[in-house]
């Protein structure tokens, strides 16, 4: 059974960084892309950053460009999202997904595994 558990969490206040980690388990995700996305209150889940693997290629929403920076450690099974300059719209819970091919999607829909979420709070 696949498992993806995001951690990192927190409240913090505007200006300040946060770094997420999201571990696999279950299988080895060395070929899938993996991503992140967030949802806030009332909202529809948006897309945040992805990376392929094999290869590396990123690709980030224009809102969190140049703020948020995508890595994975393949041998730990493990995704991060560092996320620095957070503003209080960056308000969500913030989920991982992996996809079982290795291209990157914006789509939540093309991606076949999500963990459960983790809260962040930004206050102003």
């Known amino acids: 059974q696949v498992q993806l558990v995001e951690s990192g969490g927190g409240l913090v206040q505007a200006g300040a960084s946060l770094r997420l980690s999201c571990a696999a388990s279950?299988?080895?995700?060395?070929?899938?892309?993996m991503g992140w996305f967030r949802q806030a209150p009332g909202k529809e889940r948006e897309f945040e950053a992805a990376?392929?693997?094999?290869?590396?290629?990123?690709y980030y929403a224009n809102s969190v460009k140049g703020r948020f920076t995508i890595s994975r450690d393949n041998a730990k099974n493990t995704v991060y999202l560092q996320m620095n300059g957070l503003k209080p719209e960056d308000t969500a819970v913030y989920y991982c997904?992996?996809?079982?091919?290795?291209?990157?999607?914006?789509?939540?829909?093309?991606?076949?595994?999500w963990g459960q979420g983790t809260q962040v709070t930004v206050s102003s």
């Open positions: 279950g299988r080895t995700f060395s070929s899938n892309a």
């Open positions: 997904a992996a996809r079982t091919v290795p291209s990157i999607s914006d789509r939540a829909e093309r991606y076949d595994y």
């Open positions: 990376i392929r693997w094999p290869g590396g290629n990123i």
